[in-house]
């Protein structure tokens, strides 16, 4: 160990600094997700107590329901289309409409609608309130029990631009954006809309939802029937990852008035607000953070009172990606989404003119999800070098990383203890030992696949000027297509969506 | 500057803290862990086992519950009624009552008449009145919330009053089950709060509050003329869904008045409500609104055109399908329709501008 005397040379100094910015930020970092955690425990206990009390099927029996609009993006989803839009049509809700966006598809996507949904081109004229790329045909089925169904087919321009042709088509006063291979909890919509409509003083501009992980759930007719733990390992991980997000972050900021972030799984917006905004970002990766962060600075400064609600219920079920390649590629693309929403609203950074938002959401955002994976992989370079040197003990360096660890740890472990006792979704005993022998290693594990997926995002924006969505590969839920199901693990009623090798 | 670098220079030479504090932290992460680890084992084996006993006492007073509302032998319900009640009375057996509670307001939720009486007279008979009242005073607002909700559903009729001291409670969700249970259990009387209402009521709480009247036996609602005319917009707009859906003709007057009123939502509706109530003879009224009007509720207009209009109103429909806003030439088009102007429209569509023709022929498609 390297002893101090009066005489510092300017690495002694430098050294000095160093290990006490460490600690600041580690500190920093620990002691704002333990705000965040517990503000988020709170919220989540009072919304299920307050939830018993709401009568949620009053709106579907009112003609005064609001009309919702679904729209659902599709590129090449030929695997899970038929089941997607029968999934998407059997919502418990009155007054919705279903837009699939088909999206340039270069597969059967759209032949598969046509065929399945028995749809014809009609003559559709849109307002084209936002630009997009063109629209090549719009079609309806020749099924009247099917009029609230609009299949757009258009040129390949991307999610954001999907998003966008599907809101010019949209007749509903709010817009629901989903991604369409997710599945959506029946009373997804009642639910969403609720705290949306009981917002007597702020005008609600947006709702989001949580996000469930659904890999190896069982799921019949489009329906979860049985909620389970992944067996894949990076399921697993992302199984934790979601909860944390969205258990224990999610619903704090939206307590606090501080939600940035609105997943593009499951969100609904106030559609004048949406296109007064200017819509969908296409030149972003990152469209769902984008919109939230436009919206509400568009309220901000045009002084209109508005609120953006959370409902911190399991509303959708998602299939997060089983192969480490998708996982890195859909985090780089998470990470220059990110970037470029930050920097393209730069002018929120610590700006008092947008208070919460200006003064402590975004530089959070700033701080703890764009700078956290770079401050973190050089940390521990730095630690590394510094061990190689002989200039810090290793020791000390164990005892400090195993410190972060511990506390990562301790963290996952309250996200368990905070599902089991709010939505309690994962019944198997089983189950829950695996996610918490999961959350003892991912700190040393997946952990570092996060931080390397962010580094190579960040690469990838400032170096190599990627804007591209990457390739994305999809399982599917599709229980309808013949040659899957032979595939497919059938129980008594429902068939488990996991092939056979 | 030589502050700081002293204050590094002393802390980096406490290196021997340095460990304490590192330990002490990785001591209390491990202790919270595993306490947390026997909350989760904890909270898992008390909701098994507390859901296990609950079915199986909730099996066994079901059919006691079910044979007390069903009973004709007045001396054996007597008896029932003395056992279920000696059941309550324990404190320590919660459980029981809660199950029975359950069983209750499901039954309830289904009977009615003579039957829901019954039910009603096990909650005097066996002091549940008593003990709701109690959790009502005592407990917190979301047990405040779920009590008055059960008072509803039970119809415990006496209980009005107590509810409707809620009904302006500082928790909003108290609040809001408080003023719809008080409209289930005094019928109109229940809304008398609305005529001094400062605060605004949600559009969430006006539906439950519709809802609520939808089920009385009311075709007449006086009061919906102080509504109409509330300096509270959300009263005004909860009036005119009741004027609306209880086809509230006399309130024709306010109805017009409204039509010149500065909230853009409220206009809409009031639009909607002539729509809805047919009031084909006020139709030239509300045309005279339209040059002002934004485009929001121009298209408004429109629509009650298409709904109570006749072909004497095409010229003034071709006139806005001049227009270059897609609202207006499509709801204009659609109203050509429902006014039974189809041929005409085939026949002049080409003579419009491509944008509007365009427009035009996606309303003449019949599928859309």
Redesign the interface.
Known sequence: ?KE?DTT?SGL??F???L??LIYLFTLSVMLSYLIIALLSLWYAFKHL??S????YL??L??????SISIVAPAYNESKTIIQNIRSLLSLDYGNYEVIIVNDGSTDTTLENAIEAYEL?P???????NLKTQPIKAIY?S?NPALKNLLVIDKENGGKADALNAGINCANGDYIMNIDVDCILERDCLLKMI?PI?????RLAIASGGVVRVANDCIIDKGVIKKVNVPKNLLARFQTLEYLRAFLLGRVAWQYLDGMLLISGALGIFNKKIMIAAGGYSTKTVGEDLEISVRMRKYCRENGIKYKVHFVPEPLVWTEVPEKLGQLLRQRNRWTRGSIETILAHKNLFFNPRYKFLGLIAYPYWVFYEWFAPLLEFFGLLTLFILLILGLLPG??IA??L??VV??A??FT??T??AE??TY?QYKD?KG?RKL?LAGLIEPVSYHFLVVWASLKGNWDYFIEGKVTWGKQVRKGFDRDTIDREKKILVSNTSGKLTPIN | MGGL?DF??T???Y?QQ??KI??L??GI??F??FI??I??IR??TQ?DLAERRFRRIKTTLENTILSIVFQADLNKRTEQIKTLKKLFENKKNTVARDAAREILRTMALQLDGESLEAVTQIYRETNLKELLLQELNDKS??VK??II?EIGDIRLKELLFEVLKYTDYEVE?VRN?AQVVVLKLGGMRGLEFLNTLK??????????L??QLLKLPYNQYPRTKIWLSSSND?VVMFGL?VTQ?FQQYQDKEELIKLLDHQNTEIVKKTIKVFTHLGLKNELEKIKLHYPNYSIELKVEVLKAIGELGDESDHLFLIDCMMSDD??IV?EASKSMLRIGQKNLLYQIKDSFPDYQR??I??S??E??
Not at chain 1, 122 to 128: L, Q
């Open positions: 160990m101090f510092l002694d100094i050294l000095g600094v290990n006490i107590k307050a018993k009390s709401i009568n009053s709106i029996q009112s003609p005064e329901a609001p014809e009609v003559r559709y004229i849109s307002p084209n309806r020749k609720q409509l009981d917002e007597p003083e020791l000390y005892l400090f195993l410190t511990s506390f740890i301790v472990i309250t368990i203890y089991e006792s309690f005993a829950i918490i | 670098i590094f220079i802390l980096y030479n290196q340095k460990y590192l330990l932290g990785l992460l491990l919270v862990a947390l680890l909350l989760i909270t898992r909701r607002w979301d919330a779920a909700e969700i089950r605060s605004k009521i949600s559009e969430w709480q006006q539906i439950q519709l809802n959300s869904k859906h897609y609202f499509k365009e427009i022929e996606h003449l498609d599928r859309i």
